[in-house]
T-cell receptor, first 115, second 114 residues
């Protein structure tokens, strides 16, 4: 079974530029999560999708971050414009549609550096 | 709101020695608890999880964790550490209601001496 795929793996941009990350969850997984992991910290949830609807985006900085999950499969997270403090690893995770306690499976992450 | 603390930022052990990583949580109900491991440049891999039942949980790679409600703890243990166990370890608490989130602790970095 293929795992969660993310691209790109690394991205370097200058502040005020825009950037987009892509995630393809495990086949059949209804729930998709985007996390931000700043160096030295645990992952922080940015947004959670159930199929193509948003369950929780309370911690998403909506003035600059946006995410979509068209057709309830893959997802894109965008930052526009980027700030220095957005430098982090962006992790995508998915879980099957069995309940809220289901295990999350993580992708390898996209490491973003904003200069 | 739920929270997770991992008191040890960095732990160093010798290969073959035993290991215990601490995790404390703050939660309003029966918690759903997880331990994940993250190797450098990798995503998080689930080691084990506790939902209910037996408070001693077995996981992959020889790890186990014990849920102690009275101490609000879910410590991770391994009787004999291997060099390949060097990584970052995260404790997390899962939601018991829709609208709540997974909350991760800050992590404990494990170094293993040869």
């Amino acid at each position: 079974e293929a795992g969660v795929a993310q691209s790109p793996r690394y991205k370097i941009i200058e502040k005020r530029q825009s950037v987009a990350f892509w995630c393809n969850p495990i086949s059949g997984h209804a729930t998709l999560y985007w996390y931000q992991q700043i160096l030295g910290q645990g992952p922080k949830l940015l947004i959670q999708f159930q199929n193509n609807g948003v369950v929780d985006d309370s911690q998403l900085p909506k003035d600059r971050f946006s995410a979509e999950r068209l057709k309830g499969v893959d997802s894109t997270l965008k930052i526009q414009p980027a700030k220095l403090e957005d430098s982090a690893v962006y992790l995508c995770a998915s879980s099957p549609p069995s309940g809220i306690q289901e295990t999350q499976y993580f992708g390898p992450g996209t490491r973003l550096l904003v200069l | 709101a739920q929270s997770v603390t991992q008191p040890d930022i960095h732990i160093t052990v010798s290969e073959g020695a035993s290991l215990e990583l601490r995790c404390n949580y703050s939660y309003g109900a029966t918690p759903y608890l997880f331990w994940y491991v993250q190797s450098p440049g990798q995503g998080l891999q689930l080691l084990l999880k506790y939902f209910s039942g037996d408070t001693l949980v077995q996981g992959i790679k020889g790890f186990e964790a014990e849920f102690k409600r009275s101490q609000s703890s879910f410590n991770l243990r391994k009787p004999s550490v291997h060099w390949s166990d060097a990584a970052e370890y995260f404790c997390a608490v899962g939601p018991y209601n829709y609208g709540q989130n997974f909350v991760f602790g800050p992590g404990t970095r494990l170094s293993v001496l040869p």
